[in-house]
């Protein structure tokens, strides 16, 4: 690891001016290009304290081991040259993006003397005109097979050509009219040719001209009395509107534009682009990368726009880019497209209209994009093994970690304190052992003391299960006679004692169940030889949190004298591992499928927490006085309500007015009076709207 201030150029050194630069390595491999308007204030910015570095920064310059740079005279040209340096170094800490599959296109080789119409994938080629990409090769044939019928262009390989014209007769094509069969002289490389500039002025969009004047074609040729001439002009009609049918209007004023939409995440970035032409979607594609650098939204952005058109040229570059965020430096863009595509591009931020409306679509499918890559990449079971192997590599552990459990706390300003346990096995969540907790033990905000209580409960649990089913050691006493019994569980002596950690009828919750509900904890039936819900021991406990919550789910740990355990925590703003008495954390690579598995972990622990303290929160403001009336169902609360209209009225009500509504007996309309009599006043609601409070009127409405 190289110090930054060992290769640090002196101020004086580096010039204000616009320009690239690179980081290299200690064997001059060049793992870092960027551009900047001023370089001296950015490069700059790389040598400062390094706990003030982004880990990702902080990680790349203590790996570099040089600088340079290269002086330019605009920023456009820094955008060329960064982009030309990315494509030749490849450079480790550059955002690379990476296509999830090779799309095809529908090319048609202009460069030939016939030209032909074909599926091509790969690196574009001079001279081949592209249209697409599109999702599937099939798409392509079933439009090409429909064109061919108006625009019969040849679409043979090179030896099917050769052997026709050599032979004189013509291909299957050829005979039934979907080739104008140039190989044996049909029409000459002129005429086939203008069928091919017709086939591609159709495929940019120009359709209406086209078809308009086939249709002028149809009419005259029936006044003619030529029938059968124009029946046929009324099918190319009909085929050439099928053709445009597969690809949907979206935008209606014929924009030729492309879309551009990113859904990110700590670690990996989607981008997925809609190439609209004509007012059609006639294309789509995504990508996906590490993010090995910090970069925000607008930098993906950027890193997308030269993906896209830094080998493009003329109109393969649209008048309009709709993107997300613009670029740090929008301008310098937008020349530099403007001169890839030879005229005016606009890059702009969709506000309104049909052309928002398009940009929502394509950033749900990023989004889909991205959980689906999530998907693949935690369901292959090579991948979840390299996962677990680099877990246990970077905690020191002697074993994979084959089961987790992960801890998070959670609370809306102290009230409704509630945590969650979720486990995974062979690095795959297991829903059916997620487990739900009530903080019981105080009252309040605090995250290390809530981390203490439940991780407590969890293993007072796990040695009451080892307890009964015998597996517990005994273990003599220090003096006196050996204990005949096994040796109870430490309790908490800072805890208040909890109530029994029953589930309710959702699977995971701690609260008590219902009567009818049997105790999932009970002792099960002899026949039964399930293990119980905390019989499970994992390899490796992980908590939402840094240093302290750590020390205080280890600090329980000890206390009830389980040392087979290990424990760790994630801090989210850093994503960093921290293990108990560490002082510096555990740093993985941010292309790790460990810190990828823990991070699912880990995030999949907050979304049961914070899904479990909404629902307490929404029960919690929905309750009613009547709740504490003993014997008082659901059925006779909404006959009492129906009958007065609100609580406020009932509680205005008589003994005997409340005795008036049926089921309601006059012990059960005293205990209604007094608990109405003894409840507090409820806080005004507020509309979250308008900021007004809601009060209820006299017939019981609220305003």
Same mark, same amino acid.
């Given at each position: 690891?190289?110090?930054?201030?060992?290769?640090?150029?002196?101020?004086?050194?580096?010039?204000?001016?616009?320009?690239?630069?690179?980081?290299?390595?200690?064997?001059?491999?060049?793992?870092?290009?960027?551009?900047?308007?001023?370089?001296?204030?950015?490069?700059?910015?790389?040598?400062?304290?390094?706990?003030?570095?982004?880990?990702?920064?902080?990680?790349?310059?203590?790996?570099?081991?040089s600088v340079e740079w290269t002086?330019?005279?605009?920023?456009?040209?820094?955008?060329?040259?960064?982009?030309?340096?990315?494509?030749?170094?490849?450079?480790?800490?550059?955002?690379?993006?990476?296509?999830?599959?090779?799309?095809?296109?529908?090319?048609?080789?202009?460069?030939?003397?016939? $030209?032909?119409?074909?599926?091509?994938?790969? !690196?574009?080629?001079?001279? @081949?005109?592209?249209?697409?990409?599109?999702?599937?090769?099939?798409?392509?044939?079933?439009?090409?097979?429909?064109?061919?019928?108006?625009?019969?262009?040849?679409?043979?390989? !090179?030896?099917?050509?050769?052997?026709?014209?050599?032979?004189?007769?013509?291909?299957?094509?050829?005979?039934?009219?979907?080739?104008?069969?140039?190989?044996?002289?049909?029409?000459?490389?002129?005429?086939?040719?203008?069928?091919?500039? /017709?086939?591609?002025?159709?495929?940019?969009?120009?359709?209406?001209?086209?078809?308009?004047?086939?249709?002028?074609?149809?009419?005259?040729?029936?006044?003619?009395?030529?029938?059968?001439?124009?029946?046929?002009?009324?099918?190319?009609?009909?085929?050439?509107?099928?053709?445009?049918?597969?690809s949907a209007v979206v935008l209606?004023?014929?924009?030729?534009?492309?879309?551009?939409?990113?859904?990110? /995440?700590?670690?990996?970035?989607?981008?997925?682009?809609?190439?609209?032409?004509?007012?059609?979607?006639?294309?789509?594609?995504?990508?996906?990368?590490?993010?090995?650098?910090?970069?925000?939204?607008?930098?993906?952005?950027?890193?997308?726009?030269?993906?896209?058109?830094?080998?493009?040229?003329?109109?393969?570059?649209?008048?309009?880019?709709?993107?997300?965020?613009?670029?740090?430096?929008?301008?310098?863009?937008?020349?530099?497209?403007?001169?890839?595509?030879?005229?005016?591009?606009?890059?702009?931020?969709?506000?309104?209209?049909?052309?928002?409306?398009?940009?929502?679509?394509?950033?749900?499918?990023?989004?889909?994009?991205?959980?689906?890559?999530?998907?693949?990449?935690?369901?292959?079971?090579?991948?979840?093994?390299?996962?677990?192997?680099?877990?246990?590599?970077?905690?020191?552990?002697?074993?994979?970690?084959?089961?987790?459990?992960?801890?998070?706390?959670?609370?809306?300003?102290?009230?409704?304190?509630?945590a969650s346990m979720v486990v995974?096995?062979?690095?795959?969540?297991?829903?059916?052992?997620?487990?739900?907790?009530?903080?019981?033990?105080?009252?309040?905000?605090?995250?290390?003391?809530?981390?203490?209580?439940?991780?407590?409960? #969890?293993?007072?649990?796990?040695?009451?299960?080892?307890?009964?089913?015998?597996?517990?050691?005994?273990?003599?006493?220090?003096?006196?006679?050996?204990?005949?019994?096994?040796?109870? !569980?430490?309790?908490?002596?800072?805890? !208040?004692?909890?109530?029994?950690?029953?589930?309710?009828?959702?699977?995971?919750?701690?609260?008590?169940?219902?009567?009818?509900?049997?105790?999932?904890?009970?002792?099960?039936?002899?026949?039964?030889?399930? $293990?119980?819900?905390?019989?499970?021991?994992?390899?490796?406990?992980?908590?939402?949190?840094?240093?302290?919550?750590?020390?205080?789910?280890?600090?329980?740990?000890?206390?009830?004298?389980?040392?087979?355990?290990?424990?760790?925590?994630?801090?989210?703003?850093?994503?960093? @591992?921290?293990?108990?008495?560490?002082?510096?954390?555990?740093?993985?690579?941010?292309?790790?499928?460990?810190?990828?598995?823990?991070?699912?972990?880990?995030?999949?622990?907050?979304?049961?927490?914070?899904?479990?303290?909404?629902?307490?929160?929404?029960?919690?403001?929905?309750?009613?006085?009547?709740?504490?009336?003993?014997?008082?169902?659901?059925?006779?609360?909404?006959?009492?309500?129906?009958?007065?209209?609100?609580?406020?009225?009932?509680?205005?009500?008589?003994?005997?007015?409340?005795?008036?509504?049926?089921?309601?007996? #006059?012990?059960?309309?005293?205990?209604?009076?007094?608990?109405?009599?003894?409840?507090?006043?409820?806080?005004?609601?507020?509309?979250?709207?308008?900021?007004?409070?809601?009060?209820?009127?006299?017939?019981?409405?609220?305003?």
């Amino acid at each position: 690891m190289a110090d930054p201030s060992s290769y640090r150029p002196k101020p004086g050194q580096i010039p204000d001016s616009p320009g690239v630069y690179k980081f290299r390595d200690e064997h001059r491999r060049v793992i870092y290009v960027g551009k900047a308007k001023n370089l001296r204030q950015r490069l700059a910015n790389y040598f400062q304290d390094l706990a003030a570095l982004h880990p990702r920064t902080r990680t790349m310059v203590t790996t570099a081991a040089s600088v340079e740079w290269t002086v330019v005279s605009t920023e456009v040209e820094a955008l060329q040259l960064e982009y030309s340096w990315i494509k030749e170094y490849d450079p480790r800490f550059n955002v690379k993006y990476r296509d999830d599959k090779s799309y095809p296109y529908l090319a048609v080789t202009l460069n030939e003397e016939f $030209p032909r119409v074909q599926v091509m994938r790969g !690196a574009k080629k001079k001279g @081949v005109r592209y249209f697409g990409p599109y999702g599937h090769a099939w798409a392509i044939r079933e439009t090409v097979d429909l064109m061919l019928r108006v625009f019969p262009v040849r679409t043979c390989s !090179a030896g099917v050509f050769k052997n026709a014209a050599r032979t004189g007769r013509p291909c299957l094509l050829g005979y039934i009219g979907k080739c104008s069969a140039p190989c044996v002289g049909r029409v000459t490389p002129e005429e086939h040719r203008e069928l091919a500039d /017709d086939f591609c002025d159709f495929m940019a969009g120009r359709t209406g001209t086209y078809i308009r004047r086939l249709e002028k074609d149809m009419m005259a040729a029936a006044e003619e009395m030529e029938y059968e001439r124009a029946a046929r002009l009324r099918d190319d009609v009909e085929a050439l509107k099928r053709a445009m049918e597969k690809s949907a209007v979206v935008l209606a004023d014929a924009t030729d534009a492309d879309l551009i939409a990113v859904a990110e /995440d700590e670690l990996e970035a989607a981008v997925q682009i809609f190439h609209v032409r004509g007012g059609r979607v006639r294309g789509q594609r995504g990508w996906v990368t590490d993010k090995v650098e910090n970069v925000d939204t607008s930098g993906l952005v950027e890193h997308a726009l030269q993906q896209l058109y830094g080998e493009e040229t003329g109109d393969s570059v649209p008048k309009e880019v709709l993107v997300p965020a613009l670029p740090e430096d929008p301008d310098a863009v937008s020349q530099w497209l403007a001169g890839r595509r030879g005229s005016q591009v606009s890059l702009r931020i969709p506000q309104r209209g049909d052309k928002k409306d398009l940009m929502a679509t394509v950033q749900r499918n990023a989004l889909q994009a991205l959980g689906l890559h999530k998907t693949k990449r935690a369901s292959d079971l090579t991948t979840r093994s390299r996962a677990l192997e680099e877990i246990a590599e970077a905690l020191g552990l002697d074993t994979a970690p084959l089961r987790i459990e992960c801890f998070d706390i959670s609370h809306l300003q102290g009230d409704d304190v509630v945590a969650s346990m979720v486990v995974f096995e062979d690095g795959l969540a297991r829903k059916s052992e997620y487990r739900r907790f009530q903080i019981k033990g105080f009252e309040g905000q605090d995250d290390v003391r809530s981390m203490h209580e439940v991780i407590g409960r #969890r293993f007072k649990r796990y040695l009451q299960e080892k307890e009964r089913t015998g597996e517990w050691e005994e273990t003599p006493a220090p003096t006196g006679p050996a204990p005949t019994g096994p040796v109870p !569980a430490p309790q908490d002596a800072t805890a !208040a004692p909890a109530a029994p950690d029953i589930a309710d009828p959702d699977p995971g919750t701690d609260t008590p169940a219902p009567a009818l509900v049997p105790d999932p904890d009970a002792e099960p039936r002899e026949d039964d030889g399930r $293990p119980k819900r905390f019989a499970y021991p994992p390899q490796l406990v992980v908590v939402d949190g840094g240093q302290p919550q750590v020390a205080a789910a280890k600090r329980a740990l000890d206390e009830l004298g389980i040392d087979d355990i290990a424990v760790c925590g994630l801090a989210k703003r850093l994503e960093e @591992v921290w293990l108990p008495d560490d002082d510096d954390p555990v740093v993985l690579p941010r292309s790790s499928e460990g810190l990828y598995l823990l991070q699912r972990v880990r995030d999949e622990a907050h979304r049961f927490a914070i899904t479990y303290q909404r629902a307490k929160r929404a029960k919690r403001i929905r309750s009613s006085p009547l709740d504490t009336v003993a014997g008082l169902g659901e059925t006779r609360k909404q006959a009492l309500i129906k009958h007065f209209g609100s609580v406020k009225k009932l509680k205005q009500a008589t003994i005997d007015e409340i005795c008036e509504v049926p089921g309601i007996g #006059r012990r059960t309309a005293e205990s209604v009076a007094v608990a109405l009599a003894s409840a507090a006043p409820a806080a005004p609601a507020v509309n979250t709207a308008t900021g007004e409070i809601i009060e209820e009127d006299d017939g019981g409405s609220t305003t």
